[in-house]
């Protein structure tokens, strides 16, 4: 009896005490405007949203309801206005830009529609090009890029230019540059939207491998069925959350104790 009572005494404990590390992401009323001169748009209007380390989620919504402005702001590679966001335990208020580079660095790699790779640069160079920002020698950069694309499935094209590469390739080279400084967390911007079916396909395992190895994913899309692959999905309508779904065919029975 005693046992028993010891038992739901330290999981209660556990169940109550406040993991920040555990938190991933924590916003609170976050508010993001565009102000010109003579006009103000209110995009984000008061966002309150917890991601767990480890969490698969896709944000869906109409064009203009705020998803890429959401997500430059979960990246810190945009400003809000007020509100509070943690990521990873850690305040993101006012931070400089060299503090916001550093956070970056350390936590975030992106993944967008356009892939943004360098056209004058060979798949193996743009992979390796943020541990260049690091000022990670030469030869550390070049086996870690072969190394990351042997990941993708990509090692044979290595040479190759962005333009020699098919849009499926060029996302994989972009994920293999995302992953390459070993990021707590993945944000994507719409990865499958200029894919057709069966890329997306390819892609979207992709991304459940990495999520598999437990980096955080998030990522916008307009798709229903990339949605569904992955384990929750935030709607937003007009700058605020209408719906956090989460799908029970693919989510994993996790219990944080
Ligand atoms: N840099 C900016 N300056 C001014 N207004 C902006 C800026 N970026 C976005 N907006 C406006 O903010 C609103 C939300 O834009 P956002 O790009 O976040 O939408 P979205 O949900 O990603 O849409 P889509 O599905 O079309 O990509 C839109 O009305 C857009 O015109
Ligand atoms: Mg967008």
């Known amino acids: 009896m005693k046992a028993k009572i010891g038992v739901s005494w330290s999981l209660l404990h556990l169940i109550n005490r406040n993991h920040p590390i555990d938190k991933m992401i924590s916003l609170k009323k976050i508010r993001k405007a565009y102000r010109t001169d003579f006009t103000t748009l209110e995009v984000l209007k008061g966002i309150d949203l917890e991601i767990a380390s480890g969490e698969f989620v896709s944000i869906m919504g109409s064009s203009g309801s705020g998803k890429s402005t959401l997500l430059n702001v979960l990246g810190l590679l945009d400003d809000f206005d007020s509100g509070a966001y943690h990521l990873n335990g ?16 350390r936590l975030i790699g992106f993944g967008f529609q356009s892939f943004n790779l360098l056209s004058f640069k060979t798949a193996d160079e743009n992979v390796a090009l943020p541990l260049y920002y690091q000022r990670v020698d030469r030869n550390e950069r070049q086996k870690k890029a072969r190394e990351y694309l042997e990941r993708v499935g990509l090692l044979d094209w290595a040479d190759h230019l962005p333009t020699q590469l098919s849009g499926g390739q060029q996302q994989r080279v972009a994920i293999a540059r995302a992953l390459i400084t070993q990021p707590k967390i993945i944000l994507a911007d719409e990865p499958t939207g200029a894919l057709d079916s069966k890329t997306s396909d390819e892609v979207m395992g992709l991304f459940q491998d990495v ?47």
Do not use: C, P, W, Y
């Not at 400089?96 to 550093?102: I, N, P, Q, R, T």
């Open 90 to 105: 850690e305040s993101m208020k006012n931070l400089s830009a060299k503090e916001g580079a550093h956070f970056r660095n």
């Open 211 to 257: 999520n598999d190895e437990g980096i955080t994913v998030v990522l916008v899309t307009h798709e229903n069925d990339i949605a569904e692959r992955t384990k929750r999905t935030i709607l937003l309508k007009d700058g605020l959350i209408e719906g956090d779904q989460m799908h029970m065919s693919t989510a994993k029975l996790s219990i944080n104790v």
